[in-house]
């Protein structure tokens, strides 16, 4: 039995979903690992308290970028298959993720002064050392990314000639109005903290509706392969049935037979005596 409508619905969602979701988690992924053992930022994962803001995000990064390939290849390996074990485990990878999503919006909202402050810290260690090293690729990618979310530029905003190909597109007059990312960042978190929690929660909210059509199609495939109950078998009875003839029962079934004695010719010498 095939999925109904609303089966293959929640199957095409899932499967466009979890496309966009490895996507992401492979950037996330690639991103982190290069700046983690790219040959210009090993020795920032050194103890250096200087840099604990860098390392800290770049393992976010890698963990995270880990967590949502993972879900997405369950997710898409359930729908494509339905199978009802790689959905179930989708399921599980995907409500614990979006409870890690509410977390740190609600935390980002509560502390939005010090998280703007990390964030901060973590922009000015990327911005020296996309400096120091002379325009590291991975350093000039992590800015560009940053600068372009945030629409900052550098440390004094679009005049900063060091760091100018990494910043966004701006028109004439927004080389003069563009801010600096460490203020803007931090003004972000705590003039925005509403604006923030939003997002996290939007996201949440779409993690919640793939988790709705992941149960779903759990539902739907269930059905189209439980058989369904066979129908008894009836005899129809005509009333033109031909019936076979039946002999009529003896009357008398236990009496014994009467014999009678057979009948003889009279002899003519006999005939002539009683004459």
Known sequence: MALDLCGQLCKVILIIFNIVFALLGAAMLGLGLWLRFGANTQGLFDVNFNTQQFVIGVMVLIVLGAVILVVAVFGDYGACNESRGALTGFAVFLSIVCGLVIGAGVIAFIRSDEVGEQMAMFYTTVYAKYLNTGGDPSMMVTLTVMQNWFQCCGLV??????????????????????PACPPAIVDLFKDKAPLVLGLFLGTAA??????????????????????????????????????????????????????????????????????
């Open 206 to 275: 779409l993690l919640l509706l793939a988790l709705g059509c992941s149960s779903q199609l759990c539902k739907e495939i269930k059905c189209s392969r439980t058989p369904a109950p066979s129908s008894p078998s009836y005899m129809i009875l005509s009333t033109s049935t031909n019936l076979p003839s039946t002999p009529h029962p003896d009357p008398h079934p236990y009496e014994d037979p009467v014999v009678f004695p057979p009948l003889t010719l009279a002899t003519s010498a006999d005939v002539s005596v009683c004459c």
């Open 157 to 178: 905003g679009a005049l900063d000639v060091l760091v100018k190909k990494t910043c966004p597109e701006h028109s004439f007059t927004g080389f003069f109005t563009m």
